[in-house]
């Protein structure tokens, strides 16, 4: 989808990025990285020719960019950058419809397109649409800055720091979006960002840089059980096994969970769960409402009296979670085991802290 074959940019004496090649597949998420000044962001903006390159070629779907004309090239590309740059005069609608109108598509076209993607980055049109930028949270902005991206539906997306504005939680959330959002729409994605742990949770391949140079570029499982050399490796870090957890998914580590019914006779409950000394609780509709010690249901009247209430969008995770999501959780609850519920908060089962501690000594090298 994306090549770069030996693409160089030199500003007078100083060479910003070195001879660079690598190539991106249509429908990845490529994430550049590396220390400030290394040349990502250049990298990035070579490809639309916002920069053109010194030496070298890009090629997009086997055409070689430079054989197309500028602002073409960038109308079929979408544009994602940290400070969002939406037009502050502008509503949010006319915002996310600033290319399909200089591609000129029909109104009902527009419209359409705008409420589909208010849906997708989870906006409510009826309540968006006419609003003003100043009128948006940070996270919004962002949100309606990948809309407008989105906007006139381009196989490509360049991204240049897209979550960098916000703080951390929003930027988590908008993370999870984006994983979202892409297993919808599968774009080719170029994603540039100086947050490793965004890196690998969003990238299907990572470009580390140094200097200009290209140092490595696998998938985040290589790069962080292989480094290629000592930069990557402390680039990385020495707590790469535990970063690691952020690409593994839950679901092959569910474990059926023992529950009892708040509402069941404390006796009944005693022999119904064997023994077991921790029980979750579920209401009659089988939601997660809490937790109970079998010592001291053993001595209460009700497992109502006995239970630790809690919110099954505090104690719970889904089982689109990863390894490192519940391992987190785990450690701000105190828990050694931590619930998975589905959409309705029904219980699914448990992971266990043991199968996470064996999790991250797989795929050493």
């Not at 597949?25 to 994430?31: Q, R, T």
């Not at 009659?284 to 099954?312: C, F, P, Q, Y």
């Not at 390894?323 to 959409?343: N, T």
């Not at 802290?353 to 999790?359: F, H, R």
Request: some cysteine; hydrophobic content about 40%; overall charge negative.
């Amino acid at each position: 989808m994306i090549r770069l074959e030996q693409v160089t940019k030199r500003y007078g004496e100083t060479i910003a990025v070195n001879g660079l090649s690598l190539e991106i597949g249509e429908g990845e998420v490529c994430v550049l990285i590396g220390p400030s000044g290394c040349g990502k962001t250049t990298t990035l903006r070579m490809i639309n020719r916002l920069i053109e390159p010194t030496a070298g070629h890009i090629f997009i779907n086997g055409q070689n960019t430079a054989s197309i004309e500028a602002d073409k090239l960038r109308l079929s590309i979408g544009y994602a950058i940290q400070s969002v740059g939406l037009f502050p005069h502008m509503t949010v609608s006319d915002n996310i419809a600033v290319v399909p109108r200089l591609l000129h598509w029909e109104k009902s076209r527009i419209a359409r397109r705008v409420e589909e993607l208010l849906e997708l980055v989870g906006l409510n049109p009826a309540e968006y649409a006419r609003k003003h930028p100043a009128q948006l949270s940070g996270g919004e902005a962002q949100r309606i800055g990948v809309a407008r991206a989105l906007a006139a539906d381009p196989p490509i997306m360049l991204m240049d720091e897209p979550f960098g504005a916000v703080d951390p939680l929003t930027r988590e959330r908008l993370q999870a979006q984006f994983i979202q959002i892409q297993q919808k729409v599968k774009k080719t994605i170029v994603l540039v960002t100086h947050d490793l742990d965004e890196a690998i949770r969003l990238a299907d391949r990572i470009a580390i840089m140094e200097s200009g140079r290209l140092v490595q570029y696998d998938t985040p499982e290589v790069i962080l059980a292989r480094p290629a050399n000592k930069f990557v490796r402390d680039f990385v870090g020495a707590d790469r096994a535990l970063k690691r957890l952020s690409r593994v998914s839950i679901k092959d580590f569910i474990t059926p969970a023992i529950t009892v019914n708040v509402n069941l006779p404390v006796k009944e409950a005693i022999a119904s769960t064997q023994g077991y000394r921790w029980l979750w609780v579920e209401d009659d509709d089988r939601r997660l409402i809490g937790w109970v010690d079998g010592n001291t249901l053993a001595h209460s009247a009700s497992i109502k009296e006995a239970m630790d209430e809690g919110e099954a969008s505090e104690i719970a995770l889904s089982d689109r979670a990863t390894l490192r999501e519940a391992l987190s959780r785990m450690l701000g609850l105190g828990f050694k085991h931590i619930p998975i519920v589905d959409d309705g908060q029904r219980l699914i089962g448990e992971v266990a802290l043991g199968d996470i501690e064996a999790a991250t000594t797989e795929g050493e090298g």
